[in-house]
């Protein structure tokens, strides 16, 4: 079989049912689609929607319950045990995918050209994850991690990523895997492609997959995506793995990153002074307070967002946002 698409379950029986909805019209035996479940509460109503399913889609559809709560990453990493296709493609349970598109992955990935695919996805209208560069190159793999941040439509040969030494001690509760995999693959290969657009919707945010599963070490710092500091917290985890990455790798790819990560915690910055001087002065503690490498050009311009009126930032975070966002 060509592909197996893998969906993340935890505890969102409503949004598992979008996406076998989404698929009701196709047809194939090159896929299968596997409902991974992390031991979630929810598991067995999940189990029965699976099951309802089952009968009347055209194609084969397996549920496979943890016996135990891995965690995400964990779960993450055993999608490529459940699986015994080529590919595997991962998906988020609140984000679901157009199955009238699948004939044109499959026939993408039957060529069997690259080991890692990304997904354009669109998001409220707009498709990203496309604004990528087109041939493997160092000074830009700060791309490669912002296009891996987002698991739903990675799509990796299942077989390389077995194969791939890994340090599952640090993996098992680093938060982006994905990255890891992805980014170390990539590297390895100096190569990857495209599925084709108009595939991969984004439903929701992931906020419950990542904050509530039971089994997330890191869960009161992850478990509000809507706090001023969410994103700060998760920063200094994505940072250490692109550091594990470089590690295992080059040591310009921390280079890298860093150059474009820089540009974007100014983007941050200004996002938190729209919500005033007091959220703003939140972002400055955590920040200051993080792991977080700044240097002196950030620090003049976080004192020159401070003394800027709330409507003015707002403005130039939606300009940025808008004009400059690639992806992540």
Not at 101 to 127: C, H, M, R, W
Not at 137 to 164: C, M, P, W
Not at 232 to 254: C, E, G, M, P
């Amino acid at each position: 079989m060509i592909l197996s698409i893998v969906v993340l379950s935890y505890n969102r029986p409503v949004q598992v049912e979008r996406i076998l909805k989404n698929l009701d019209r196709v047809t194939s035996s090159s896929f299968n689609l596997i409902v991974k479940d992390d031991c979630s509460p929810l598991q067995n109503e999940i189990r029965s929607i699976v099951e309802c399913y089952r009968s009347k889609l055209n194609f084969d559809v397996q549920f496979y319950p943890n016996a135990v709560n891995l965690g995400y990453d964990r779960n993450l990493l055993d999608a490529f045990n459940v699986s015994s296709s080529d590919y595997v493609f991962l998906l988020s349970d609140d984000d679901y995918i157009d199955g009238n598109k699948l004939n044109e992955l499959i026939q993408v990935l039957s060529e069997k050209a690259k080991k890692v695919y990304f997904t354009p996805y669109i998001e409220n209208g707009k498709i990203r994850r496309t604004n990528i560069n087109v041939a493997f190159e160092l000074a830009k793999f700060s791309d490669f991690v912002y296009n891996s941040i987002l698991f739903s439509g990675l799509i990796l040969h299942r077989q390389t990523v077995l194969n791939l030494p890994k340090d599952l001690s640090f993996l098992s509760n680093c938060i982006y895997t994905q990255v890891y995999l992805t980014c170390v693959i990539i590297f390895h290969e100096e190569d990857f492609g495209f599925a084709p657009e108009n595939l991969l919707y984004l439903g929701g945010d992931g906020e419950n997959y990542f904050g509530k599963n039971s089994s997330a070490q890191n869960s009161r710092l992850l478990i509000d995506r809507n706090q001023i500091l969410s994103d700060l917290n998760y920063q200094q985890f994505l940072l250490r793995v692109v550091h594990k990455v470089s590690i295992d790798t080059n040591a310009l790819v921390y280079k890298s990153f860093l150059t474009e990560y820089k540009k974007r915690l100014v983007a941050y910055a200004l996002r938190s002074r729209t919500v005033g001087l007091k959220g703003y002065i939140s972002f400055l503690k955590g920040y200051a307070s993080s792991e977080i490498v700044g240097g002196l050009f950030l620090s003049l311009v976080f004192i020159m967002l401070f003394f800027l009126p709330s409507f003015i930032t707002k403005e130039l975070y939606i300009f940025v946002k808008e004009n400059f966002k690639k992806s992540g």
